[in-house]
Structures are given as C-alpha cells and as structure tokens.
C-alpha cells in the first residue's frame, strides 16, 4: 500500500427534484453572478435549462448564459466563455450537462484565475493556481468531472485533445438527479456506462500498491454497474438502476478506487483521447473499441490482477495456479468483459466504432500518445510509442 491524499470538498447533492435546490446552493457560495454553460440543445429540450432559470430567478440571482458545447469540447468555445465572463464580471459557474460541459466550465474558470493562455496548462507547460469557483447540473452519469479533479479540452487545430488535473477545479457542489438521465439516447447511456468502468480498472490493473478494501471497492463498483447497465438497457426508466450507475460514475472518478495504489495505468485513456481527438468519437464507445487489445497485450505483466478481475469481477472459475492455468483465466475474463460490452451495444475494436485509420494514422496516433504522456504510459505494462503502435494495429478488427 502506497500513502494517498484523498480530498473530495464536492459537496453532492443526490435525488429526485434536486435541480430545484440550484438557487440556494448558489447563493450559498456568496458568488453574484453566474455563468450558466450548457450543450448542444438537450437541456433545452427536456425543459432543464428553464427550471434552473428559475430556480435562480427565484433567489435574485443573475446571470448569463453560453451553450454550444460538444461532445469532445472545443478550445474555441472556451475562449469565448473567457470573454463573456470577464465582459460580465462572472464569479460562479454552472455546468449543467455532462463531461463536455463540466470540463468546458472547468477550463473558462481557469482562463478567468489566470493570467496568459489557458491552453498551456493542457500542454502541461505550466500550472494554474486557481480555478473560478463550478457547481454542477449532472444529466449523464459517465465522466465523473463532477467531482474529478480533471478536465478534457479538444483544441480545434489540427484537433488535439488533451487533459489537464489539478484539484482546484474540483466542483464546489454537484446536483444529481438520476431521473434527469432518463432522456439519454440508449447509446450514450452505454457508452457512460463503459467510461464509469474505465475509471476504475484504469485504476485496478496497476503493478504497485493495492490495498484490499480498495479492491473489493472497485470489484463491487464494476459488478454493480455491469449490472444495471443490462437492466437500463432494457428498462431505461428504471429508476434505482439511473441511481446506482449515477453514484458509480462519481465514486468511480473521485479517486476513491484508487486509494493506496500507485496512481492508477490510464494507458487505455490516453489511447482512447488520441481516437477521440483525430475521429470525434464518443469516448465511452472509444475505451471500449481499444480495451480488449490493450488488455490482452499487457495482460501477462500484470498476470495477478487480471486474474483477479476475472474470478471476482466477471465470474470466471479459479483453474489453478500455476502460470500457463493464470493465464487461460485472465483470457477468459478478458473476453467475459468483451461480450459485456458487445450486450450493451458497444464495440469492441475500432471497426465497430465505425472507423478506418490507416496505418499512417496509427502512427500518428501512437506518437501524440507517448507525447502526451511524456515517453511512457502506463502501470499495468509501461507503454512506449511502439507498444501503442502495436495495440492500435490490434485493435483494427476483434479478436
Ligand atoms: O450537448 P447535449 O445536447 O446536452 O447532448 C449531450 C451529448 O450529445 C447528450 N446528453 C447529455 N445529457 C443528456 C443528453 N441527451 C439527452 N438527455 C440527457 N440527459 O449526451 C452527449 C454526450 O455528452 P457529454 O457531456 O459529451 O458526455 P460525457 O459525460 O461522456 O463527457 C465526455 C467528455 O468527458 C471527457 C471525455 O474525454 C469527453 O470529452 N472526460 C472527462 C473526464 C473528467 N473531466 O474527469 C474524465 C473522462 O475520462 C473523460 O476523458
Ligand atoms: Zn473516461
């Protein structure tokens, strides 16, 4: 076991009708003006947008309003926020959305804290000291940005996407009323559920650390949400079932499933962000297009854990223990976890996500990815641009 520092100060807020609660919570802050950001039209449909309004209004509070944000959201929207908000003299933002939304918050509230070029934190090439105070409207649980300490910005040149931790992004609260993912399309609830297992076995499958109560954590999260992924994907409406997954998705992404370890592999989502950024796919469906190859291609470094995983996460039975017989099991789960996704219509190589890079693209993809991590990525097997390479070929067609 590693020494940790666990610090959530997100304050949740969980339930039914708790989007009315937005106007109190607010005020709380002491914050006077507020910028609302929201997406491509969602919230206007389902009728959300205007109840925050009003919650708002009902408490005095102003503010403005700026939507337009996208899936793999763009630098270019953050720049305007930046603008709007320093004409407008905003000190609180409101994300009500998903990821997209919460992350665009996070990158205009460190482009109002912060003297010079936002986009520099998300190449790493310096550190932000503050952050303008986030509270959140959750509608898809997926991301867990609602009390991550990290945000994802798609720069619209040449489209890069990259991220960027620091916890003083942490949102101050997060509303969550799992009936308000009720109006996802079938697709993005899958592709949510996907991500909210990512965080945790990008957090599982680590070569250093792990403590048993961690353990069993992430092992009950993700049988948990593969549970009720089946059950909403047959029974959307289901209401416990939106409550399970929605909680999932925060615990999963908070850094509680990774207390004690060495701070987690991730080599799946630096992978999946360099899909997302040349291809402009959803990032759930991404994870889930590339795991098995990068599973299988790590797999014997890290032989215990995916052991593991197989008999207490996907029910695979214990067949000995010597190396050959670990092996078979960890094969078994592996592909246990592909069909899981295959039952909630995700894919499981990048042909199924819809998409044909060439060989050249894989390359470029490869490079950026071992830029963005600095060289290496990785705990389970640590990752160098020709391992990467050879997981993209890999992951061309299923197994
Ligand atoms: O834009 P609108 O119209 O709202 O539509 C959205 C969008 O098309 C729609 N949607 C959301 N809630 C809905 C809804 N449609 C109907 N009813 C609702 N209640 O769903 C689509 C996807 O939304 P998005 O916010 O993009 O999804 P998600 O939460 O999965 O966020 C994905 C982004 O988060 C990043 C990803 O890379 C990606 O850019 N991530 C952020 C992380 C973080 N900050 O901690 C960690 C993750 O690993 C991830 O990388
Ligand atoms: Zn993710």
Request: with cysteine.
């Amino acid at each position: 076991m590693f020494s940790f520092q666990y610090y959530t100060p997100t304050s949740v807020i969980f339930g039914r009708h708790t989007e009315g609660r937005v106007g109190e919570l607010v005020q709380k802050t002491g914050c006077k003006k507020v910028l609302i950001h929201y997406g491509s039209g969602s919230v206007i449909r389902s009728g959300l947008l205007k109840r925050i309004q009003e919650a708002l209004d009902e408490k005095g509070i102003s503010y403005v309003m700026l939507g337009g944000v996208v899936p793999n959201p763009r630098l270019s929207l953050v720049y305007e926020g930046i603008d709007l908000c320093k004409k407008e003299q905003v000190d609180f933002i409101l994300a009500v959305g998903g990821g997209s939304v919460i992350d665009s918050s996070k990158a205009i509230g460190y482009g109002m804290t912060n003297a010079g070029d936002v986009w520099d934190f998300y190449e790493h090439t310096r550190q932000a000291d503050a952050c303008l105070p986030i509270g959140v409207v959750l509608t898809i649980a997926a991301s867990g940005s609602e009390m991550s300490n990290s945000s994802v910005i798609t720069k619209d040149q040449g489209m890069v996407k990259r991220g960027y931790n620091h916890d003083v992004c942490r949102p101050v609260f997060a509303v969550m009323n799992p009936e308000l993912t009720m109006t996802l399309p079938a697709y993005q609830t899958a592709c949510g559920c996907t991500d909210i297992l990512m965080h945790t076995m990008e957090r599982y499958f680590t070569n250093g650390g792990n403590m048993e109560l961690t353990d069993v954590l992430a092992e009950g999260l993700m049988r948990t949400v593969m549970k009720h992924a089946r059950i909403l994907r047959d029974d959307p409406d289901n209401y416990d079932s939106r409550a399970e997954v929605m909680w999932a998705g925060s615990l999963s992404h908070n850094g509680l499933t990774g207390c004690g370890s060495d701070g987690g592999d991730f080599a799946t989502h630096g992978l999946e962000h360099e899909i997302g950024g040349m291809f402009d796919v959803a990032h759930g469906a991404g994870l889930a297009a590339i795991w098995g190859s990068w599973a299988r291609y790590v797999r014997r470094d890290c032989l215990d854990r995916f052991y593991r995983f197989a008999v207490q996460v996907m029910g695979v039975v214990d067949a000995g223990t010597d190396t050959d017989a670990k092996d078979a099991v960890a094969l078994k789960g592996i592909e246990a976890m592909e069909d899981f996704y295959r039952s909630i219509q995700m894919p499981t190589s990048l042909t199924e996500l819809g998409i044909s890079p060439t060989d050249e693209q894989l390359q470029t993809m490869a490079h950026m990815c071992s830029v963005a991590a600095g060289g290496v990525k990785g705990s389970a097997k640590k990752l160098e641009e020709k391992d990467m390479l050879q997981i993209y070929r890999m992951a061309v067609q299923s197994c």
